[in-house]
């Protein structure tokens, strides 16, 4: 008699994460296209700080971008992040993102200057960043700590600008929230049991 483990194997939960941050990177394009060719239409849906109404925006706005440079200053971080934050397991990321994002648009809403318009995947940027950073010594997992501190030596620095309230034109509030939302994620969604 044999047994096979229920686990899936680090190849298929690679392919697993390199599909979805795919998919999800994708996305993102597809929505600036559209943006594009309506004449920015979509604009709209970012976040206006302290209207009622916005609240709605608050999870769109982070799936949206003023122009395509702005989107592609967030695609590779945001991929290689995403990627090696799902590596973890799909679902645990996907509750981690939806942490962030809730988290980054609300406190965008909040403390954004008034009649400032916020959108973009930075906030998410910053908060994967932090989870990565920290979530290995979260779950104490050894592996975990080196990719954290791998990424931290390799984008900390651009990491450190992004949150200068002297770098005009991007929310450093929207990086800086996100940041902290991505290591309080990696406090909420930590695992219960270490495992190799």
């Known amino acids: ?38 004449g920015h239409s979509l604009d709209t849906y970012g976040i206006t ?30 991929l290689v992040f995403g990627f090696l934050a799902a590596l973890g397991g799909i679902r645990r990321f996907l509750a981690v993102a939806a942490l962030i994002i ?11 200057p008034p009649g400032s318009n916020t959108a973009g995947a930075s906030g998410l940027v910053f908060g994967l960043f932090g989870y990565l950073l920290v979530r290995g010594f979260v779950d104490r997992r050894p592996v975990d700590i080196g990719v954290g501190l791998a990424v931290g030596a390799i984008w900390g620095s651009s990491i450190l600008l992004g949150l200068s309230p002297a770098n005009t034109g991007v929310s450093w509030q929207g ?6 939302a991505g290591v309080v994620a990696a406090f909420v969604f930590r695992r219960s049991a270490v495992r190799p």
């Open 175 to 180: 990086h800086l929230i996100g940041l902290v």
């Open 49 to 78: 700080p302290r209207e009622p109404a916005e609240l709605a925006d608050v999870v769109p706005a982070s799936f949206l971008h003023f122009g395509f440079g702005h989107l592609a200053s967030n695609t590779v971080p945001l």
């Open 102 to 112: 809730v988290a980054d648009g609300v406190g965008v809403w909040l403390i954004s």
């Open 1 to 38: 008699m044999s047994t096979t483990s229920l686990e899936p194997s680090r190849t298929d939960r690679a392919k697993a994460a390199g599909k979805l941050m795919l998919a999800w990177v994708a996305l993102l394009w597809a929505l600036e296209a559209v943006d594009h060719v309506t």
